[in-house]
C-alpha cells in the first residue's frame, strides 16, 4: 500500500497548495473568495487526506503487500478473488422501478409512487437474496 499512499499523499500536497492559492486568486479577481469553488477544493483535500490516512496505517500495520516488495513469487498474491453471485432478476426490477420513477416525473405523481414500491421491493431483494430458494443459508 506504499504506492498508493504516495499517490494520496501527492494529492494532499498538490491540494494544500491549491485551494489558498484559488481563494487567493479568485480574490483578487473579484474582491471576494469564490466559496463554492474553494468549498469543493476543501472538501477534496479532506477526502485525499482520509484516504491516504487510511492507506498509510494500514500499509505500516499490514506489513508490505506482495505488490509492494521486488522479490516477491506470484504464488504469494494468490487467492480467492472475490465473490461473484449466482443469477438474478432482481437488477431487471431495480431497472424498472427506477424506469417507472423517471417516467413519473413525466406523466403524473403517481407512476414516481408505484415505481417507489416497485424500488422498495427490489432493494429487499438485493438484501434477501441469499436467505430463500437454491442459495438459503
Not at 504506492?3 to 487567493?24: G, H
Amino acid at each position: 500500500m506504499k504506492t498508493e499512499a504516495k499517490i494520496f499523499l501527492f494529492l494532499v500536497v498538490f491540494f494544500l497548495i491549491d485551494v489558498p492559492a484559488y481563494a487567493y486568486i479568485t480574490y483578487i479577481q473579484d474582491g471576494a473568495v469564490e466559496v463554492i469553488g474553494t468549498t469543493a477544493l476543501a472538501l477534496t483535500l479532506l477526502a485525499s487526506g482520509m484516504i491516504w490516512g487510511l492507506l498509510f496505517l494500514t500499509g505500516r500495520n499490514n506489513g508490505p503487500r506482495p505488490e509492494d516488495r521486488k522479490e516477491a513469487e506470484i504464488v504469494e498474491g494468490a487467492g480467492a478473488l472475490g465473490f461473484f453471485p449466482p443469477t438474478s432478476i432482481v437488477p431487471f426490477w431495480t431497472t424498472v422501478a427506477i424506469a417507472v420513477m423517471f417516467l413519473g416525473v413525466v406523466f403524473g405523481w403517481w407512476l414516481t409512487l408505484i415505481g417507489a414500491g416497485v424500488g422498495l421491493w427490489a432493494a429487499f431483494g438485493w438484501a434477501y437474496e441469499y436467505y430463500v430458494g437454491d442459495y438459503k443459508h
